[in-house]
């Protein structure tokens, strides 16, 4: 059974160590043992709603196997057109969770008949759907066709709490958009999704206290009310065109709350496999930390600081100190403020640093899940303390779709 209780976690990162002690740094490290732990506990978590694996969060194909492999997940949500194309020769039904642009691969995608049952483009627009048309001309088969649907919360028409995503917000708005699908004889509109960002993608206790857990609170429920009642109205509205297959909706921050929306038929998850620090801030669930990266010890400028090779490995979002990589083991280390995470080497001070050899390894986390795989070649899954599988990422199977 993994824990996060303090002794554990030292015991964690020695095993990390002692499995990647012949590697340099950067080295890329997932506890298997803790992944797995996080993915039973989603599953648990969704109660019998289907998960469909965000790929975004991951990023190495040998770990979304490992996930789909288990009972209660189904699919892929991808996030690019070219992604979903490659992964579809070995994956079955692919949702592309935002609407694509990329023409050659949408004239690839026409030609493909087997990729044309295995994919789903999203749409949110007459614009973007006139794209897609024009770009897949006459497919050989129907193009499968998903709308997105806006899950913001809105106040006073004017206070936006939540991603814009979508101009889709109405059943109306939805049904206008479906029935130009629908009446399309090479589309087919088989799914809806709506993802409530700002109840899945805000932690209760944010770093800093702003805005205060209350007000965190109070807009979560107000947000989960809204979208319940105008997901369900659409998902009404627009069965009455389509038979749906899927309507998707939430994320790791909001897996209990969207499952009891009777409207959703699927959940997607990804970031709670790895357990990034974003995840440490949420009330409702505690994600065993899996994902780690090392960097390699190789000055002492003075006493108690080591510097690292590496480290601004700064993730998307507002800039701010939960954004940034945080140094976990050995326990004691911070950044100098004057330098932060630095783009080619980065110091850290703190009591253990006089304990550090140079070539020793300094174990980081990530801020969120898969951006971290964009600076890894490959991933060393570990057991115990071995590394059982070297296992690619996206980068390092020669491909950077964003």
Partial sequence: MVTTSHHLSAQQHERLDRATAALDGPVGAVDLEAFDANADDLVRRAAGTPIRVASKSVRCRALIDRALAREGYEGILAFTLPEALWLA????????????????????????????ARITLMVDSA?????????????VAPVRIAIDLDAALVLARRIWLGARRSPVRTPED?????????????????GLMAYEGQVAGTVDRPLGGNPPPAVIRRMKK???ADIAERRGKIVSA???????????????????????????????AGSGLFGPTLFDRYDGFTPHPA????????????????????GG?????????????SPT??????????????EVQTPLRGHAADALAIGDKVWFRHAKSGEVCERLDVLNLIEGDSIITVAPTYRGEGLTFL
């Fill in 174 to 190: 939805a049904v206008a958009l479906a029935r130009i699908v629908a009446e399309d004889p090479d589309l087919q509109l088989v």
């Fill in 313 to 325: 490995w700064i993730a998307s979002g507002p800039p701010g100190p939960d954004r940034v990589p």
């Fill in 238 to 268: 627009v069965r009455s065109l389509a038979d749906l297959e899927f309507v998707n909706g939430g994320g790791t921050g909001s897996i209990e709350s969207t499952r009891a929306d009777p409207s959703v038929t699927e959940i997607a």
């Fill in 291 to 310: 994902a780690y990266f090392g960097l390699t010890v190789v000055r002492r400028p003075a006493p108690g600081i080591v510097t690292v090779a590496g």
């Fill in 127 to 139: 614009e973007g759907l006139s794209l897609v048309k024009a770009a897949i001309g006459t497919p």
């Fill in 89 to 116: 020769e070995t994956h079955y039904d692919i949702v592309i969770g935002y609407p694509t642009a990329d023409r050659t691969a949408l004239g690839v995608l026409a030609k493909d008949e087997e990729k044309l």
């Fill in 222 to 224: 107000a947000s989960i």
């Fill in 329 to 342: 083991y050995p326990f004691g280390l911070e950044y100098v403020s004057a330098e932060g995470a630095g």
